[in-house]
Every structure is written in C-alpha cells, then in structure tokens.
C-alpha cells in the first residue's frame, strides 16, 4: 500500500513538472514572438534594425531548455534510483570481500 | 520490451522544448552571425546590453574620407539616416563631401556605402544600406561644403541633427529630420521640419515654415518679403520668434494652453484666452503661429 502511495506521490510530482515546464515553454514562445514583432515593426525606420530580441530569446531559452531536460529527461528521478542501486551494490559487493 | 506510451501532454511539451532548442541554437546562430565553429573568428563580434565586445581582428569602426565633386551645381541634396548633416559655405569651387563612417565592426562597416550622384545641376549625396537582416550597419555622417552658385539645399535625416552654417545668404533651404534638431542660419525661403527635434533658425525672404511635433522652435526672422508668409507650428513645444523691427504683416497666433504674447504694437482683430489675431504696420505679409500646450512669443530684435 506505501508502495503504491509513493508511486501515486511521485506520479503527481512528474505530472506536476511537465505542466509546469508547459507553461514555462508557452509563455517563453509568446514573450519572445512578441519582442520580435516590436522589434521589427514598431520604431519604422529606414535600414535593417538591430535585432535585439534575439538576446532575450537565448538568455531565457537556456533556462527554458533546463526545465524542460529536468521535467522530460530526469521526470522520474529514475536517474538517482539508479545510482542509488548502483552504489548499494557496490556496498554489497565490498561487504561480501 | 516495455514500451512507454507518450500522453498528449507529453507530446506537446516535447514538441515545445524542441521548438525552444532550436530557438535557442538559431539566436546563437544569428547572433554570431553563423562564425561560431569559425577559428578565426572564435570570438565575434558580439553586441549586447552592456555594449560592445571588441573583436580581436578590429572591433570599431571609423573611416573618414573626402570627395570633391567639380560642376555647377545650383541644388545640393543631402540624405543620411542616423548620422548628422552639417553643410557650410566654402570659397572653393567644387562641393566638398566629407564623410565620417562608424560601425561596431568591419562587416557592419561594409554593409553602408556614400553614393555621390549628380542629375543635372543637382547633387546627390546619400547614404546607402545594403540591408541584411541580422547585422547592425554602420552610420554616416556628412560634412558638406558648398560652393558659390548654390540656389537650394535640401538635407534630410532620419535620427541625426541636420546643421547650416556659413553659408551665402540668398539660398533657399528644405531641411527635415524625424529625432533629429534642425539649426540653420541665414536661410532663405526656409522649410524645416522635425518630429521630436527643436529647431533653430535665422531666416529671410518671402517663405518661412517651420513644423516641429514635440520640439520647440527659436528662431529670428531678419526680414519677411511682402505677400510673403511665415507659418511656425508645433504641438508640445513652444514657438519664440525675434523679428525685425519693420514687420509689416497679418498675425495670427494661437495656443491651446500656453501663453501668447507680441512685442510689438498690434491692431487686434480678436483676442481670446490664447489667440491673438492683428496686425503689423500695413499687414503685408502673414505670420502665422501655433502650439497645443507650448507658449508663443514674437519680439522685436
């Protein structure tokens, strides 16, 4: 029964981070779109213009990048159970010898 | 094996956070203008909020060059869009174009030419961009001497502050600028125009109008050909105008919530809160003010 209410606890945690990186990504898309369009339709002046949305959109898009690796590619924390396992059979081992 | 079936939700934030690495790689991409993996240029030339990264190779900008340019020329166009205009008489015979070219880098540099053409007794001196869409280009500013013989001036800028100096009185002139301030002096027949910018001016002959939309205009008016007309407005600035003593002209000046006051001895026609209409000696000629929220004021030189 705990096994199963941690597993129903760690299910809520992931779903929770993906939902969260969701928004994060969406309101990341909107924000940068709509720097770009000021950027390049307001101010109208003759000449190429500068394009500085371009720095916000790398700045902010690595942090977007990490969230959605910590919610996507470590959502489980199957990464630290692993190593976990690993360092618990290591102990074993060492305690056999 | 044991397959993982993807939900909608996560396809969808999978999806976004490809769409955001690949942002992400692209503004890199863009804003090292794809010389990332170069070894030459391994550090670009990077511009960013807190200003500029020099690059090893050069870093800024400035070449200065000058072109004297032989004809009769009775009309002078100059046309820049960041940079300044500054035109003044000379006593050589040819147009002197001195030009002043900075960017934040070589490759900017090479994206902004001057183009010098001549169409009939006109001159043509202008700022060129070779328009590429994530490289910032360079700006020129120009130094213009004119030569005896030159009937019209007309410069125009974008962003830069257009200035006339010492040059022979009895030339018309047609100077407009959007961010830029406009100040001239001994201008005939004299158009300026400027959005956010004050101008400044010494004017005579038959025509005078000056158009600002948030910047003041200070002029003096050393004479006002009869029939002649001078036409001063603004919207948030204020007009303040010194004229010679033997004004002759119909007066019309109006604000909406600035002061309105003349120096000299005016028949009224109508006076209200911040309108003033009358008249000068004979009313031969017409002055004609106006602001929203600035003042106006005509004195006697």
């Known amino acids: 029964m705990s096994d199963l209410n941690a597993k129903l606890e760690l299910a809520h945690k992931i779903a929770e981070r993906k939902l969260a990186f969701i928004r994060h990504a969406i309101s990341y898309l909107v924000v940068i779109i709509g720097l770009a369009i000021i950027n390049n339709l307001a101010y109208q002046s003759e000449g190429p213009r500068y394009q500085w ?14 969230h959605f690796l910590s919610a996507f590619l470590y959502q489980s924390g199957s990464l ?14 060492s305690d056999k010898t | 094996m044991n397959r993982t079936r993807l939900s909608p939700t996560d396809i ?8 955001v690495i690949l942002i992400v790689i692209g503004s890199v991409v ?3 203008q794809g ?10 030339d990077l511009r960013g909020p807190w200003g500029s990264i020099q690059h090893p190779m050069g870093g800024p900008v400035r070449e200065e060059k000058d072109e004297k340019v032989a004809g009769d020329f009775t009309e002078i166009e100059v046309r820049s869009i960041a940079g300044s205009v500054e035109i003044s008489g000379t006593s050589a015979g040819e ?20 183009e010098i053409r001549k169409e009939g007794t006109r001159l043509v001196v202008e700022e060129k961009h070779e328009p590429r869409f994530f490289i910032p280009t360079g700006t020129i500013s120009f130094q213009v001497a004119i030569p005896r013989g030159v009937k019209l001036i007309d410069a125009h800028s974008v962003s830069g502050n257009i200035t006339v100096h010492d040059v022979l009185p009895g030339i018309d002139q047609s100077l407009s600028t959007i961010s830029g301030s406009v100040s001239t002096s001994r201008a005939h027949n004299l158009s300026a125009s400027s959005t956010s910018g004050r101008i400044q001016f010494t004017s005579e002959g038959a025509s005078l109008n000056a158009r600002s939309v948030s910047g003041s205009i200070d002029g003096q008016i050393d004479s006002l050909d009869k029939g002649g007309s001078a036409r001063l407005s603004t919207i948030s600035g204020s007009v303040a105008l010194d004229a010679f003593p033997a004004l002759d002209a119909r007066i019309s000046l109006h604000s909406v919530s600035g002061n309105v006051s003349c120096d000299f001895p005016v028949t009224i026609s109508e006076q209200k809160n911040n309108r ?11 002055v004609d003010a106006g602001t929203i929220s600035g003042s106006i004021r005509i004195s006697r030189k």
């Open chain 1, 53 to 66: 949305w371009l720095w916000v959109a790398f700045g902010w898009g690595i942090g977007v990048v990490s």
């Open chain 1, 80 to 93: 630290v159970e692993k190593m976990a396992k690993r360092e618990l059979e290591k102990m074993n081992e």
């Open chain 2, 95 to 114: 147009v002197d174009v001195h030009s002043v070219k900075t960017a934040l880098f070589s490759n900017a540099a090479d994206n902004v030419h001057v």
């Open chain 2, 35 to 44: 010389r990332m993996f170069d070894i030459r240029w391994s550090m670009p």
């Open chain 2, 276 to 286: 003033l209409e009358g008249q000068i000696g004979a009313g031969a000629a017409t």
């Open chain 2, 12 to 19: 969808l934030g999978i999806t976004l956070g490809v769409i």
């Open chain 2, 30 to 32: 863009a804003i090292t």
